[in-house]
């Protein structure tokens, strides 16, 4: 009643409505009787202060019948320094978070554990981004994994294999658990999805057929056969494009065996040149089954001419250097009268990319140099060392050409960098800035991105040697600076972490 009273009276105005500060004789009562009525707004704005606070803690605590957990046992990790924890605060607000996975990393590296303060939202970033967790699961400490058990959000820190979760958990928990199986024992993780494929939902089956791409191997292959005849389309577009990955398949080997049909290689005669030929495949109820039925609606090739990509891109590339004998990069070369060459390309990128070939990746690069997404998939598939050989050739060209699709590549490439590649390319980003022309505004945005892969040990010879007296550095000198402050950020917050 008092807190519907003064709702009134602050609707209707102190000076209609004298506020009633009159209380009974219990606890309240006498608190809001003390209350000086002659000072109405005063009164009214402090009675409301003291019912508020009074109906939030005036409740009753409701009894809980069950035990309660036991304690956490004590952490043999030490915790990390005051710095540490303030650099971590200013990652979780935002700042530069993308260098949340680095801190983490540095962390483990250092025998050190997440402050307890931190857990918590941590663990919440963990349960929405599941490329954080191999950064994340070891440095939780003892704390981390008991608050874990008792979230179900949190379920992927817990560290023990609960298999009833499958028969029992939400949806995000069964998959939690499938990955984790996957990642460890592969194929008691089939064993259970086989085991209730059937009365899965159909939105859930695609996200657990993705799952099998983790330790990928013969046995799963009877379980993606059924998949492959599912109903739904995104579903059986899966499980082919893992049947696709594997020569040990049966959908790869048969696809194989066509495209060896559909392309052939004309070595080149006198006055002619190595060249390529190809025929367009039909449409046929086996192809079909194997999903290559009809093309997405964003796709530019001709519906035949797509289904001799989807062909080519489930044959191992390296079949084509074996059969015809010729390096990755002369069969490109050969490939470029072929009046289906942009078929062919496409093949070969999704087949590069399916069976890690290193060698078709190295020569299929410059091909993509500036995509959205193919760029960095064929430079995740060659080695660190051989990307880095690739790069500083490029950048040690003595045309511009190479030198610019070298940085080009790296603004698209999420990947640490040598100290050598490190100074190759700020040598080239000077260079830029010397020839007084105008900014390359994708460089100098590309920047920013760079200084999370220099070594950061690296910082102050990254600072020197800048042309400030160029005439143009006026429209460097921000984009410059933002990459030399982010650079000591994660110099100093390695550092700190060291302490």
């Given at each position: 009643m008092a807190w519907r009273e003064l709702v009134t009276c602050a609707l209707l105005g102190t000076e209609r409505q004298t506020p009633s500060v009159a209380g009974d004789e219990d606890a309240l009562g006498q608190v809001l009787g003390r209350l000086d009525e002659d000072d109405r707004e005063g009164a009214l704005l402090r009675a409301a202060g003291v019912v508020a606070l009074w109906r939030r803690a005036g409740r009753r605590l409701a009894d809980d019948p069950q035990s309660p957990p036991p304690p956490c046992e004590p952490d043999a990790a030490p915790g990390c320094g005051r710095l540490a924890r303030q650099h971590l605060a200013l990652l979780l607000q935002g700042h530069d978070s993308e260098l949340l996975p680095e801190w983490l990393e540095a962390l483990g590296a250092a025998g050190r554990r997440v402050p307890e303060e931190w857990l918590p939202a941590l663990l919440d970033v963990g349960a929405k981004q599941t490329a954080l967790r191999p950064a994340l699961l070891p440095v939780l400490g003892q704390r981390g994994r008991w608050l874990a058990r008792h979230n179900s959000d949190w379920s992927y820190a817990i560290g023990t294999i609960d298999e009833t979760i499958w028969q029992t958990g939400r949806f995000e928990e069964r998959l939690a658990l499938l990955r984790q199986l996957r990642a460890f024992q592969p194929e008691r993780g089939r064993e259970l999805l086989a085991a209730t494929w059937g009365e899965e939902l159909v939105r859930h089956r695609r996200e657990f057929i993705l799952v099998l791409a983790t330790g990928l191997n013969p046995a799963d292959e009877p379980l993606l056969e059924i998949a492959l005849d599912d109903r739904n389309g995104e579903v059986?577009?899966?499980?082919?494009?893992?049947?696709?990955?594997?020569?040990?398949?049966?959908?790869?080997?048969?696809?194989?065996?066509?495209?060896?049909?559909?392309?052939?290689?004309?070595?080149?005669?006198?006055?002619?040149?190595?060249?390529?030929?190809?025929?367009?495949?039909?449409?046929?109820?086996?192809?079909?089954?194997?999903?290559?039925?009809?093309?997405?609606?964003?796709?530019?090739?001709?519906?035949?001419?797509?289904?001799?990509?989807?062909?080519?891109?489930?044959?191992?590339?390296?079949?084509?250097?074996?059969?015809?004998?010729?390096?990755?990069?002369?069969?490109?070369?050969?490939?470029?009268?072929?009046?289906?060459?942009?078929?062919?390309?496409?093949?070969?990128?999704?087949?590069?990319?399916?069976?890690?070939?290193?060698?078709?990746?190295?020569?299929?690069?410059?091909?993509?140099?500036?995509?959205?997404?193919?760029?960095?998939?064929?430079?995740?598939?060659?080695?660190?060392?051989?990307?880095?050989?690739?790069?500083?050739?490029?950048?040690?060209?003595?045309?511009?050409?190479?030198?610019?699709?070298?940085?080009?590549?790296?603004?698209?490439?999420?990947?640490?960098?040598?100290?050598?590649?490190?100074?190759?390319?700020?040598?080239?980003?000077?260079?830029?800035?010397?020839?007084?022309?105008?900014?390359?505004?994708?460089?100098?945005?590309?920047?920013?991105?760079?200084?999370?892969?220099?070594?950061?040990?690296?910082?102050?010879?990254?600072?020197?040697?800048?042309?400030?007296?160029?005439?143009?550095?006026?429209?460097?000198?921000?984009?410059?600076?933002?990459?030399?402050?982010?650079?000591?950020f994660r110099r100093a917050m390695r550092e700190a972490i060291a302490q």
């Open positions: 059986a577009r899966t499980a082919a494009d893992l049947l696709a990955r594997s020569p040990q398949f049966r959908l790869s080997r048969e696809l194989t065996a066509r495209a060896l049909r559909l392309l052939r290689f004309q070595p080149a005669g006198l006055l002619k040149r190595d060249r390529l030929e190809a025929d367009l495949p039909e449409d046929e109820p086996a192809l079909r089954r194997d999903g290559i039925a009809d093309p997405p609606s964003n796709v530019k090739l001709g519906e035949k001419a797509w289904r001799l990509s989807q062909i080519v891109a489930a044959t191992p590339p390296a079949t084509w250097c074996r059969e015809w004998r010729r390096t990755p990069a002369e069969i490109l070369v050969a490939s470029r009268d072929c009046e289906w060459r942009q078929a062919l390309l496409d093949g070969w990128v999704l087949a590069t990319q399916r069976h890690r070939d290193a060698d078709w990746a190295e020569a299929l690069l410059p091909l993509h140099p500036d995509h959205a997404t193919l760029t960095a998939a064929l430079a995740d598939v060659l080695p660190p060392a051989r990307f880095e050989a690739y790069l500083l050739t490029l950048l040690r060209e003595a045309s511009g050409g190479g030198r610019a699709a070298a940085l080009v590549v790296l603004s698209h490439v999420e990947r640490p960098w040598s100290v050598e590649l490190g100074r190759a390319v700020l040598e080239q980003v000077r260079q830029r800035i010397r020839q007084d022309k105008q900014p390359d505004w994708w460089l100098a945005s590309a920047l920013r991105g760079f200084a999370r892969w220099l070594p950061p040990e690296f910082s102050e010879e990254a600072a020197a040697g800048w042309p400030t007296e160029s005439r143009q550095w006026s429209q460097w000198e921000t984009a410059v600076n933002e990459f030399l402050d982010r650079l000591r």
